[in-house]
């Protein structure tokens, strides 16, 4: 093999199509040219493309001298034209001269002889006048003309030229004059003939025997006279017009003779140019090739069949030859084939060449650093024109880094396929057309069809996609919709149909495939099953608008069928009602059996109660023992009929724990909805407050609210200040004030002692005071909330007046703690934690309870006061006198201060009794051994008079205004008969 390689190629009729198995494209080159140091054929052009090239370059010449030629042919005309004019004339004047001659003969000698010569002279001008006539005429008779310039002795070769001059310069201005003068002496003539014609009639009627006349030969003297000079004339602008016609030759002549000399020039210098142009060509496309040639990735090879090899600087380099050595042998380059490669590379090489004239093989041939690396060489045969092999030119590129990258790829793909086959997902790809081309196993279990048996399947049979609605195809339009949106289309919830007919929900997901031009190259379509997590989502949105523990609809979904319903009432003009029901003895069986009786009886209540309901109406559990129901399309009188049937159903219910059995009774708020303004939420509240208010007339009865009822006004406004405290709470909206307690007996304290009042921000208008919202919020338990953020803030307060003050700032500060406060076991704990977080002396806080409050709830007060009385806090009784207590009471309560009730003390001045009761409570306040405070003291001189009779403190808008708690300064107070009360 080597040796056939290196000695020749094989005949090109081997590689021509006429051999069996032969596709051979051979190359033909002609005569030889050499690029670099590669001979080829040199170029010859066809005969054709000289003579193309060659016109291409005289053709300006040919066009001048075409022109010349033109020109001096116009002018040859009318110098030959004129020519003929100016015979003519000669012979117009001639004819002119004897016919004047002949007509005067004739008047004398009297003779016919004489007048016939004068009518042939005549004749001759006559032939003339008809000549031109019929020469201005638009489509001439070219017979008369020609007999008629035939007659005025112009010759027959001039007759054509001179008829064509006339007809084209007869308009031009050297012609009109001559044309003019011709025309007049026509006219002249016709005159003479007249007088000929008079004198012959004269002479004719003298020779019949008329009387002889003189003859007056006047007026032909006077033509002849006038003619003469226009003859003459003619003669003149005749010689005029052959001077113009030698001037204009001469200067066309001059002019394209200038002309000649530039153009010559210029065209001369644009063959200079061009030729130029032609040889910066060659030389920028030879520097190009040897460019491309040695800057060029590939390398290129040459080899002749006289056995010589040109190696490109390129190849050189990629095979680790240097410039300087001679190129190898063919067998010597074959020898650095790689053993593995070498014989099949030497036999595709000869097999290429023989079959098919072109080769491309790969290899790996041992290059710089005998490191052998992959090489693509590829090459053509050449032969000439007989058919003998010439050469074979080819190039070679270094292909081992593509290889590297074509194994990365393939083992990036191979990741990417494991990748597919291991994720859940189901994976579609699919070509242009739509046809099926890769199932993932994932799509092959979630299908039904397997990858063998898809591929080529049209995507709509193998992925059946209906929307979950309309049951209409899906991937259809997600295909169309696909085409028409670059970025495909997000997931989207429908229904698979397998290949068994199952049915599942999926997420169906399509993303365009594009190359890297960004053409279009398929698409993919990724499946997820959704059926568990529609379930889920179900049972999730099941439980987001039901009840845990009954299965009933929750308060938000309530709140939504309510909201229709409102809807339809207004734009429908149905009615509506709505029930808010609150068990009466829930608590019993919660507190005596615990809460898993509480919850069993809640879910016993929960079936019995649909059962006195209609199918269209609605079962909620607001929460707690607390139900509402909402009667759609229902009149008030059959309202109020469900109601009390589900009330008597209710109190007939006898449950049983434990062998203990428990009845029940329940309250309910009745709402009547008919084109209310209300909102749902106010529509609730009216109907919690309803419910309320039976519970309060009595409970286990149906309360129908009523607009003008004044207890459930004053019900549903406790409620709106219910909504804004928790609001209040929510958002921080209460501020501390504080008000100067002022020591009348002793000397003025270290420090301030103060009470600590709340009040609630209200960001429309002014604070609110605590007589607005405290009722409100002991009625509907939420005065512990306000009092742990009472406390907080108090001792948060403290310390801040303490780090910025110094540790005497405060000398007392009281806060008031409600009765739900003091029995309550967290509330404590919570109060004790405040103690330890802002580290605030036991001793500096006293809690102020009233004297209902201590004494409604006397053991937790007991419990309450003691522990934190032995810790260092103090206590004192409020409101002291305005109860129903006695002083019994008193000796079992732990407290440090008796707060006499304001009402004795705004009074006293004017009031014995008041003033009594004032006294009275100061004096056995100390007996048992507690200081007392003096509420309300509004004026100097209730102030004076409470010092007069003991009192130790007073308190009121007498001493100081309250002021915000956290504003305070570390300064006494001076009261109005000179005891310092403040400084602010």
Not at 319 to 338: D, E, Y
Not at 495 to 522: C, F, H, N, S, W
Not at 652 to 663: E, V
């Amino acid at each position: 093999m080597g040796r056939a390689l290196a000695g020749g190629l094989p005949r090109c009729e081997d590689m021509r199509p006429g051999k069996a198995g032969s596709q051979a494209q051979v190359l033909t080159l002609p005569a030889a040219v050499s690029v670099g140091s590669m001979p080829l054929e040199k170029t010859r052009f066809p005969l054709s493309v000289q003579y193309r090239r060659t016109l291409a370059i005289i053709w300006p010449f040919l066009a001048i001298l075409l022109v010349l030629l033109c020109m001096g042919w116009a002018s040859l005309m009318v110098l030959t034209a004129v020519r003929a004019s100016i015979t003519a004339e000669s012979a117009w004047s001639k004819a002119q001269k004897e016919a004047v001659y002949d007509l005067v003969h004739y008047a004398q000698s009297r003779q016919e002889r004489d007048y016939q010569r004068f009518l042939n002279a005549v004749e001759v001008i006559r032939w003339d006048q008809r000549m031109r006539e019929e020469m201005d005429k638009p489509d001439p008779d070219r017979a008369l003309v020609h007999e008629g310039m035939l007659r005025g002795q112009v010759q027959p070769a001039d007759v054509d030229t001179t008829y064509h001059a006339y007809r084209s310069f007869h308009d031009f201005n050297f012609m009109r004059r001559v044309v003019a003068l011709w025309k007049q002496g026509d006219r002249g003539m016709a005159d003479l003939v007249v007088e000929g014609n008079r004198l012959r009639e004269q002479i004719l009627a003298e020779a019949k025997g008329a009387a002889p006349h003189p003859v007056d030969l006047e007026p032909v003297y006077q033509i002849d006279n006038w003619i003469t000079p226009k003859a003459r004339e003619f003669s003149v602008t005749l010689g005029d017009v052959a001077r113009q016609v030698e001037f204009l030759l001469v200067f066309c002549m001059g002019l394209v003779t200038a002309m000649l000399v530039p153009l010559g020039f210029l065209f001369a210098n644009r063959m200079v140019r061009r030729n130029l142009a032609f040889e910066d060509a060659l030389t920028i496309s030879e520097e190009r090739f040897q460019l491309a040639v040695t800057g060029s990735n590939d390398g290129i090879w040459d080899w002749s069949a006289r056995g010589s090899l040109y190696l490109s600087p390129r190849f050189r380099e990629l095979v680790g030859l240097t410039p300087t050595q001679p190129a190898p042998s063919l067998p010597a380059l074959l020898s650095r084939l790689h053993p593995s490669d070498d014989l099949p590379a030497r036999r595709r090489l000869w097999l290429q060449a023989r079959r098919a004239g072109v080769i491309d093989i790969e290899c790996r041939l041992r290059a710089i650093g005998d490191e052998y690396r992959w090489f693509r060489i590829r090459g053509q045969a050449i032969c000439d024109p007989h058919g003998q092999p010439v050469r074979m030119v080819g190039s070679m590129s270094d292909t081992n880094d593509y290889r590297a990258a074509a194994m990365a790829l393939f083992g990036e793909k191979e990741r990417l396929r494991v990748t597919l086959e291991a994720i859940r997902d189901a994976v579609v790809t699919t070509d242009t057309a739509g046809r099926v081309q890769y199932l993932n196993p994932a799509a092959e279990k979630l299908t039904g069809w397997s990858d063998r048996d898809a591929l080529g399947q049209a995507l709509g049979v193998v992925c059946k996609v209906v929307d979950e609605v309309s049951h209409a195809p899906l991937l259809t339009s997600l295909d169309q919709a696909l085409r028409e949106t670059a970025g495909g289309l997000p997931a989207r919830e429908a229904v698979l149909i397998t290949r068994d007919d199952r049915k599942i929900l999926v997420d169906a997901v399509t993303a365009p495939i594009y190359d890297e031009r960004q053409r279009l190259l398929g698409m993919v379509v990724a499946l997820r099953d959704v059926s568990q997590e529609r379930e889920h989502q179900a049972d999730l949105n099941f439980r987001a608008s039901h009840d845990a523990l009954t299965g009933l609809i929750n308060r938000s979904e309530f709140d939504r069928r309510l909201s229709l319903a409102l809807k339809h009432a207004r734009t429908e003009g149905r009615a509506h009602a709505v029930l808010y029901l609150d068990l009466d003895q829930f608590k019993v069986v919660n507190d005596t059996c615990g809460h898993a009786a509480g919850d069993e009886l809640i879910k016993q209540i929960s079936l019995l109660m649909p059962q006195r309901l209609r199918a269209t109406d609605t079962l909620a559990r607001l929460g707690g023992d607390e139900f509402a129901v909402l009667l759609e399309n229902c009149q008030p009188k059959d309202a109020l009929r469900i109601a009390e049937q589900l009330r008597e159903t209710l109190v007939g219910f006898r449950f049983a724990w434990d062998g203990k059995p428990f009845s029940l009774g329940v309250s309910i708020g009745l709402v009547n909805v008919q084109d209310t303004p209300m909102t749902p939420a106010e529509v609730l509240s009216t109907a919690d407050a309803t419910c309320y208010l039976a519970k309060e007339k009595g409970r286990n009865r149906v309360q129908v609210y009523s607009p003008d009822d004044h207890e459930l006004v004053r019900r549903r406004g406790e409620m709106e200040w219910t909504s804004r405290i928790r609001e209040a709470l929510e958002r921080n909206l209460f501020q501390l004030y504080a008000q100067d307690i002022l020591n009348l007996q002793g000397p003025p304290l270290t420090g301030r002692h103060v009470e600590v009042l709340v009040r609630m921000i209200d960001p429309e208008g002014p604070l609110v005071l605590p007589m607005a919202f405290i009722p409100a919020a002991e009625r509907f338990g939420l005065m512990t909330e306000i009092d742990r953020w009472v406390v907080r803030e108090m001792l948060a307060t403290c310390a801040e007046l303490v780090a910025r003050d110094g540790p005497d700032a405060i000398a007392m500060c009281a806060v008031n703690v409600s009765g739900s406060s003091l029995g309550e076991e967290r509330f404590r704990n919570f109060v004790l934690d405040q103690f330890v977080r802002f580290d605030v002396p036991f001793d500096r806080i006293c809690f102020e309870v009233t004297e209902t409050t201590a004494i409604a709830n006397l053991g937790a007060a007991n419990r309450f006061m003691s522990e934190l009385k032995a810790l260092g806090c103090r206590f004192a009784l409020d409101d002291f006198g305005s109860g129903w207590s006695s002083f019994a009471y008193l000796k079992q309560l732990p407290v440090d201060y008796l707060k006499i009730d304001g009402g004795f003390v705004k009074d006293m001045l004017d009031d014995p009794i008041d003033r009594s009761m004032v006294e009275t409570i100061n004096r056995i306040g100390h007996v048992m051994g507690k200081q007392t405070i003096a509420e309300h003291a509004e004026s100097p001189a209730i102030i004076a008079e409470l010092r007069r009779l003991g009192v130790d403190f007073a308190q009121g808008l007498g001493v100081t205004e309250p002021k915000p708690f956290s504003r305070l300064r570390a300064t006494g107070l001076v009261d109005p008969s000179g005891r310092q009360l403040e400084t602010n």
